[in-house]
């Protein structure tokens, strides 16, 4: 008989959570203080698209949980999948050993993924995926004898994570400035971020103008360069900003010209969020390394890969050979319940017609939010799938946008707090990321609660 665990070891009363949280927990992305007057949601259960407080309080998760919960919350199936795999393997370290979940998935994730890409190696968050990328890029020009290749080609507003090497290619002054000091400076290219095209340019026409800058960069750069890193159609935590297809296609055409790997940063954008599995499917393109991480549990438990090519593995392959080998651990590579988490995930958008559902509630929530185009503070109101954001500004004529201490993001946020809706603005612009088993009426709540946030936030 155990006994009973003590004190400190017990689940506390859920009554009690957020008094005890502040008094312990160090939340991410958070400036502590302003949870004095805001309490942490204390969050007991969850299912679908809902997440449930002890005391019945219920909020829809309009961002799935960090755009990580792609399908809902406790899927039946993953939860079932999960359970099982708990009674036979938890975790092995993945040197030496291997297991079938790990093999199960990287052969799912090479048939589903752009053609080429047949290595996966795996990680365990969507920063360390990123490392992964640029280590593996710079290693692979060296392993051929090109060891001057030492530099990264990023975007602007690009973010592909926090760690210091994916923060070095991150350009989101939030994130970024505080550490500059610490990190390597990337060669940055403008985006070819549709919003901030010229007056009278199209988007598709913005892209080839960046396209264009693009090729003069490379021309200039290219023989110290290892990669271009992108987040496809969509820079995510930089402001939803977003760009069109051609760009993608153009970009893949000019690293081959330049020889220089592109690597798709698709964490965020992967697995139906745009409305194909992956991003880079609307270009046309197959990119040299692919990050996942975020949905590819469906939001269950942390895991990421880099999925490569033959031509890439192909460089580190040698017989005695010091310093070819690529070497890059983490101690839950590859879980084995993650990964069995992850395998039941891509089952269920094979199985089920996910992406067809997809694409008629991107279309309901097109129309729930085009009257906005109109409100006197919002600039744009722009969609890709099941991502769509509203950018709020003082000028609608200027596109000057509102003093950040105004903070009018946190105003709808918190409004949305009052109404039983997760919104979580990035600054001014209110965005939409619902898991995939919403209904149209989910949408229209999460719309509605939305647009008297933005009434309130911008009187
Ligand atoms: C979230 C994100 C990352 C970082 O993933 P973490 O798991 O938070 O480290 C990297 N790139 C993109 C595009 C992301 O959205």
Redesign the pocket.
């Known amino acids: 008989m155990s006994a009973a665990p003590p004190p400190s070891f017990r689940i506390p009363p859920l009554v009690d959570l957020a008094r005890r949280d502040l008094a312990v927990v160090w939340h991410p992305c958070t400036q502590m203080h302003d949870h004095e007057t805001l309490p942490m949601l204390p969050i007991a259960r969850a299912e679908g698209a809902w997440l449930e407080a002890a005391d019945g309080r219920r909020w829809l998760d309009a961002v799935s949980s960090w ?1 990580t919960n792609v399908l809902g919350h406790r899927h039946p199936r993953i939860v079932a999948a999960l359970k099982d795999q708990l009674d036979r393997l938890d975790h092995v370290m993945l040197a030496g050993m291997t297991h079938a979940p790990a093999v199960a998935l990287a052969e799912a994730l090479v048939r589903v993924a752009p053609a080429g890409l047949t290595r996966v190696f795996y990680a365990d ?3 360390s995926a ?1 490392e992964v990328a640029l280590k593996m890029s710079f290693h692979c020009w060296r392993n051929r004898g090109r060891p001057m290749r030492t530099k990264f080609i990023a975007l602007e507003g690009g ?4 760690t210091l090497g ?1 923060l070095s290619v991150t350009d989101v002054a939030l994130y970024r400035s505080t550490y500059a000091p610490l990190l390597f400076e990337p060669i940055l290219a403008p985006s070819p971020d549709a919003y901030r095209r010229e007056p009278g340019c199209t988007p598709a026409e913005h892209a080839q103008r960046r396209l264009a800058d693009m090729r003069a960069l490379l021309a200039r750069h290219a023989h110290e360069t290892c990669a271009v890193i992108v ?1 496809p159609l969509v820079q ?2 930089g402001g939803m900003r977003m760009h069109d297809p051609a760009w993608l296609t153009g970009l893949r055409t000019l690293c081959d010209e330049h020889e220089v790997h592109l690597i798709a ?1 698709e ?2 954008v992967g697995f139906g969020r745009t409305g194909t599995l992956f991003a880079c499917e609307q270009g046309g393109i197959s990119p040299d390394f692919l990050c996942v ?2 949905g590819l549990t469906g939001g269950t438990l942390p895991l ?1 890969a880099v999925l490569t090519g033959d031509a890439v593995y192909d460089a580190f392959y040698a017989q005695h050979a010091a310093g070819k080998a690529f070497l890059h651990s983490h101690s839950f590579t590859g879980n084995a319940l993650a990964c069995r988490a992850a395998l039941e995930t891509l089952a269920v958008l094979e199985d089920e017609p996910v992406l067809e559902r997809n694409r008629g509630l991107a279309a309901h929530l097109a129309t729930r939010i085009a009257p906005l185009a109109s409100h006197a503070h919002v600039a744009d109101v722009r969609q890709t799938g099941l991502i769509a954001a509203i950018e709020l500004v003082a000028d609608k004529t200027t596109r000057a946008p509102f003093a950040p201490t105004d903070r009018r993001g946190l105003r709808v946020y918190r409004h949305g707090l009052e109404r039983g809706v997760i919104l979580r603005p990035l600054g001014d612009v209110v965005y939409f990321m619902p898991p995939y088993c919403v209904g149209t009426d989910e949408i229209d709540l999460m719309v509605d609660v939305a647009i008297e946030g933005i009434a309130l936030a911008t009187r």
Do not use: F, L, P, R
């Open positions: 755009w968050n969507g920063s990123v973010y592909h994570g926090e994916a987040e995510c935590a940063d964490i965020a991480s975020k990421s």
